[in-house]
């Protein structure tokens, strides 16, 4: 009977996110879908817990500086509704970010709307809603926030890049600091009510940024706070971007030092409200991809010993393979532990010979087919970049959250959300949730 109470409610599937001990490990959950025998094709394992531990860990390094969420890194609602409860901001980049933030009940005030090129109609629509903190690095769009949007709080994106970050942003947005003055001047003859700085240093994947860029950017907001005081405006916002690592094991203690360091120094005013938009820190690490292995080849004689054939794609989850982000592989279970690794390269599903998922040779125990595989450190850029390219379908999401989070996640959703607004899951998304009903140590239902 005790147990019959705690099966998830097979009609609700969609709408459930599964409540473990608090000592149950992601691998044990995983393992518990793969040995149920019910899963057919390629899902990702949510640590929601993992979340809610970045959160705490932000919270705890970065004092001063209140998070953005980066929508753009994934928009899984399970993901944007557990950051609105624990009292996140939102990056939103287009009408669709944004609609999709404020239909879970965020109120306009907590979004950035942080693309310096803006679509007409979206423009239009923040309007509409009530976002009113947007970016902008150009003069064209100083006069179409004028002609269509003229309340806007406008915050100037410079230039300022990370030489070691993974993707390069500053080629396609932020003004060079040096034109900062000129913008600022064109802002003031429009009358146009610019209140801030923000900057990107670059996406690096799979390290921290490089402090020195953090350290520069900052000191070149400085200088344009300056100028823009001398122009006669009074900024009261700093956003200093995203581009911290997200990985199992890293942390924000090294850059956290340095930002809070140099912001100390260079911003000591309280009336500066310093922001950030993380994207990946939030949710690489929380996302598992598991893909099963479903051909081999055996080669003699070559540098490739073995080459395995999986569900998952580039194009329905890896798309970072392309840009050569490494991604760790292990096996669910490793039949033979102590067995030789071998030079392998694992394949993605469809029939483009790009779609390489292992990027190079890889080592890996032998493997046999039904053998599962799981890809690490993938929540960021991968379920909200991806098509069913060759048929292969975009990989379900299972989210799974521990006790102890559950109940401090439970008791945040009364402020910052109105309750009966967070609902895990949501039959109109496209991932759902795999739709097992499984034997575990603890689950409940949210209804
Ligand atoms: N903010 C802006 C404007 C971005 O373009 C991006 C990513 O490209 C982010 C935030 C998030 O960056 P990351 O995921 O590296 O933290």
Excluded at 33 to 41: C, H, N, R, T
């Amino acid at each position: 009977m005790e147990n019959e109470d705690r099966k998830l409610d097979t009609n609700k599937l969609d709408l459930h996110i599964q409540v473990v001990e608090s000592q149950v490990t992601e691998e044990e959950v995983i393992e518990e879908i793969v040995d149920s025998g019910k899963v057919e094709d390629a899902f990702y394992v949510c640590d929601v817990s993992d979340i809610v531990e970045k959160h705490r860990h932000w919270e705890h390094v970065m004092t001063r500086i209140q998070p953005y969420y980066a929508v753009k890194c994934n928009s899984h609602r399970i993901v944007l509704e557990t950051l609105a409860a624990l009292g996140t901001c939102f990056d939103c980049a287009s009408k669709g970010e944004i609609r999709r933030v404020i239909s879970l009940g965020v109120s306009p005030d907590r979004i950035i709307y942080a693309h310096p090129a803006k679509k007409i109609n979206h423009l239009l629509y923040a309007a509409e809603v009530g976002v009113t903190t947007m970016t902008f690095d150009n003069e064209c769009e100083m006069y179409k926030i004028k002609k269509y949007y003229p309340e806007a709080k406008l915050v100037l994106r410079i230039r300022y890049d990370d030489p070691t970050a993974t993707f390069h942003l500053g080629e396609k947005f932020g003004a060079y600091p040096e034109d900062a003055k000129q913008l600022l001047a064109v802002a003031r003859y429009l009358d146009l009510n610019v209140i801030g700085v923000s900057f990107h240093i670059g996406s690096s994947r799979g390290h921290n940024p490089d402090l020195n860029a953090f350290h520069g950017a900052i000191i070149a907001a400085r200088t344009v706070f300056d100028e823009a005081d001398d122009l006669g405006f009074h900024f009261t916002l700093l956003d200093i971007g995203g581009g911290f690592c997200g990985n199992k094991g890293a942390t924000l203690y090294e850059v956290g030092a340095v930002i809070n360091d140099v912001l100390d120094r260079y911003f000591p005013e309280t009336n500066i409200d310093v922001i950030a938009e993380p994207g990946q820190y939030y949710v690489n690490s929380a996302f598992t991809l598991i893909t099963q292995v479903h051909t081999k080849k055996v080669l003699n004689g070559q540098e490739i010993a073995r080459m395995y054939f999986t569900d998952v794609s580039v194009y329905n989850s890896m798309i970072d393979v392309v840009f050569k982000v490494p991604f760790d592989m292990t096996p669910v279970k490793n039949r033979k532990p102590n067995s030789r690794k071998l030079p392998s390269i694992v394949w993605g599903a469809t029939c483009c010979s790009n779609d390489k998922i292992s990027g190079d040779i890889i080592y890996l125990p032998e493997l046999y087919i039904g053998d599962w595989l799981m890809i690490h450190d993938i929540g960021a850029y991968s379920i909200s970049i991806s098509s069913d390219f060759n048929g292969f379908p975009l990989p379900n999401v299972h989210a799974f959250i521990r006790k102890d989070d559950w109940v401090y996640l439970t008791e945040k959703i009364e402020q910052p959300v109105p309750k009966e607004k967070f609902v895990f899951g949501d039959s109109t998304d496209k991932y759902l949730l795999t739709g097992l009903t499984l034997p575990s140590r603890y689950t409940t239902n949210y209804f």
